[in-house]
């Protein structure tokens, strides 16, 4: 991968002249190929990795994975697009396996999850089923450890 994209994907927020000295590249050339990357839609945006149980330990992250009848001429897309458009959802894919469409949303907690299955996706015309599954710890995400560093003084005990 570009060297330049490692590096924004691990801090959007380094700055071109830091970016130009570990690259060793002028900072001219550096916001050059950034502006070329945006430009071609190589980098669609910029956004901040936020913790947000450290602000509401109530909230629960949920992926919800669709099983989907294909829609003619569209196939799965036009479903994709109409889930995308509501705020609780952080995410759509379409995948291979056993279910068609992955959705990542974020709620205040289980039921509003719940309902939101129920209510926005279990009843859109091609949706044949649905499985949920919440998220009970994360470790890293997007290339980072959500993990504080504390060390655990117990040791390891085996038999």
């Known amino acids: 991968m570009n060297e330049l994209l490692e ?15 570990m690259l060793g590249k002028t900072e001219q050339e550096v916001a ?19 913790d947000y149980t450290a602000i509401n330990p109530n909230l629960v ?8 009848t294909p829609q003619a ?4 897309d036009d479903i ?4 995308s458009q509501f705020d609780e959802v952080k995410g759509v894919t379409l995948m291979s396996g056993a279910f068609d469409i ?16 129920s209510k926005h996706l279990a009843t859109i015309d ?3 089923s649905t499985a949920t599954h919440f998220v009970l710890k994360t470790y890293k995400d997007n290339g ?6 504390e060390s655990d003084e117990r040791g390891l005990v085996c038999p």
């Open 7 to 21: 590096l924004l994907e691990k801090n959007a927020r380094t700055s071109n002249a830091e970016l130009a000295v």
């Open 73 to 76: 001429r569209t196939g799965f």
């Open 80 to 83: 994709a697009r109409f889930i």
């Open 126 to 128: 091609g949706v044949v």
């Open 144 to 149: 980072l450890s959500m993990c504080d560093d």
């Open 102 to 117: 992955g959705i990542t949303i974020i709620g205040e907690n289980l039921m509003v999850i719940s309902s939101f299955v």
């Open 32 to 50: 050059d190929e950034i502006a070329r990357l945006e430009n071609d839609g190589v980098i669609k945006g910029y956004s901040t990795l936020i």
């Open 61 to 68: 992250t949920a992926y919800i994975e669709l099983k989907v």
